[in-house]
């Protein structure tokens, strides 16, 4: 049997949540009942929120407006993990109906929870991402996040079936099979991180199937930072449009915000939802102005197992006028993360900065690693792009294009680099996130 998709609607023909679409005027009063509630809330539930209050000299009785954010505490990773495994829970255990973490792999999990109506909210928040970058009910997708203890999986799937979409759970990994029931199943979405989608896309032309000729239509990518320049890569390589979609886990998981596929200028956070804040990252006392770039600070507003207050999310990012919803604002792409920030001789760098000019230069492909060293004896650390030429270029055409990349950073980024061109198909593949900085300095 076939299964016939509902034609899809044009994009503009999507019904939208009423809180789409209201004045900002209507979001703000929303935001502020809503604050009100969340931050007299976790007060009386969360010891943690208790002891920071009182600590801070602030009570919620406080928060009159808006505004009247910055007097509270910020939550950072750290006190998630303190508060192992279940003490940021607002609500008992048999109220919680899911639990996921972080991986844990640089320290202790942090651990996240839900009750019914999070999960209900949450999937609605999905659904609005999906429906925004271009997916509609009836139509088959693709699942590639992983799913577990990591929130994509079962978070992009929740909210795809809400949508009312035929969901295909095939998480992340098994890149032939993710290539065969492509082939077969016809979806006409694809959720996935870029790095994962690029390795399916390279695994397809392997296999002499053309990424561009399958019955992908939309590609809803997110979880790790990328760039204006992937997003052509892809859209191009596999003839699809490429939408971003942002989350963390401490804060609900991917569908935060979502980006629209008329516009594609940059991820709509769900205002009503979640407000956000942006602070200079060295001196988080000062709160920025839309338009200055700075860490991402996310306070929930209707989360009832987890609330979580001016959460530090270390994402480095500015806030950006709604556009296709006006009454939400965007967020500019991420740069990176104030902790995946290398320092090289008091230059910082993003390994984001690196993949924009790379694939600027024809010859090579956007699969690179970044390794810093510091060489024997000596004091100044080094630092490596090894990227991989394209296939369709020589090995002696790539000398050249070495030294423009090795230029290029030096003026875009400041860094003096060494680039070392790789073989195709040489470099790590992802499955999911993928891990562009190895750090073989000597520990200190
Ligand atoms: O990555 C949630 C997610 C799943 C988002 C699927 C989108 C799609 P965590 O594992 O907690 O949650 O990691 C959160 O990933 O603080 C960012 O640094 C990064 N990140 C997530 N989405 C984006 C994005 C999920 N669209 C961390 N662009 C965040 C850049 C992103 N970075």
């Not at 495994?85 to 996921?100: N, T, W």
């Not at 401490?250 to 769900?270: F, K, L, N, R």
């Not at 600070?297 to 207050?309: D, R």
């Amino acid at each position: 049997m076939t299964l016939h998709a509902t034609e899809p609607a044009a994009a503009t023909d999507a019904v939208l949540d009423r809180e789409e679409t209201i004045s900002r005027d209507e979001l703000e009063a929303l935001q502020l009942s809503r604050l009100q509630h969340t931050v007299a809330y976790a007060y009386d539930r969360v010891p943690l929120y208790k002891r920071k209050f009182d600590e801070a000299g602030v009570h919620p009785t406080d928060l009159r407006e808006l505004s009247d954010l910055d007097k509270f505490p910020f939550t950072t990773k750290e006190d998630l993990r303190l508060e192992y495994p279940f003490g940021m829970f607002a609500v008992p255990q048999h109220e919680v109906a899911r639990i996921h973490a972080s991986s844990g792999t640089t320290g202790r999990a942090t651990v996240v929870g839900y009750t019914k109506k999070d999960l209900a909210d949450w999937a609605k928040l999905v659904a609005r991402s999906l429906r925004a970058s271009g997916v509609r009910p009836g139509m088959k997708v693709h699942n590639a996040y992983g799913y577990g203890l990591f929130t994509g999986g079962m978070g992009a799937h929740a909210g795809a079936e809400a949508l009312g979409c035929t969901v295909i759970p095939i998480s992340g990994g098994q890149t032939e099979r993710q290539i065969t029931l492509i082939q077969d199943f016809k979806p006409d979405a694809i959720l996935a991180t870029p790095t994962y989608l690029l390795t399916i896309a390279d695994a397809m032309m392997k296999q002499g199937i053309d990424p561009a000729s399958t019955s992908l239509k939309y590609a809803v990518l997110g979880a790790e930072p990328w760039t204006e320049e992937m997003r052509h890569e892809l859209e191009v390589t596999m003839n699809i449009k490429a939408c971003d979609i942002y989350g963390l886990s401490e804060v609900m998981g991917p569908g935060v915000a979502g980006e629209a596929v008329e516009t594609q200028d940059g991820s709509h956070i769900w205002e009503d939802h979640f407000r956000p804040e942006i602070i200079d990252a060295f001196d988080p006392t000062k709160v920025l102005g839309d338009g200055e770039h700075g860490e991402l600070v996310f306070t929930s507003l209707t989360k009832e197992a987890l609330p979580i207050i001016r959460y530090r999310t270390k994402d480095l990012t500015r806030l950006l006028p709604g556009t296709a919803r006006p009454a939400h604002r965007r967020m500019g792409r991420i740069t990176g993360r104030s902790d995946d920030m290398i320092i090289l001789r008091g230059v910082n760098l993003f390994p984001s900065q690196i993949e924009e000019i790379a694939l600027r230069i024809p010859e090579l492909s956007p699969h690179f690693q970044l390794e810093l060293t510091r060489p024997e004896g000596q004091r100044m650390d080094q630092l490596t792009v090894k990227i991989e030429r394209r296939e369709s270029v020589t090995v002696e055409g790539v000398a050249s294009a070495a030294k423009v990349l090795q230029q290029q950073i030096k003026i875009h980024v400041g860094s003096s680099c060494t680039v070392s061109v790789v073989e195709p198909g040489s470099l790590e593949r992802s499955n999911g996130k993928l891990r562009r900085i190895y750090d073989l300095r000597p520990k200190a």
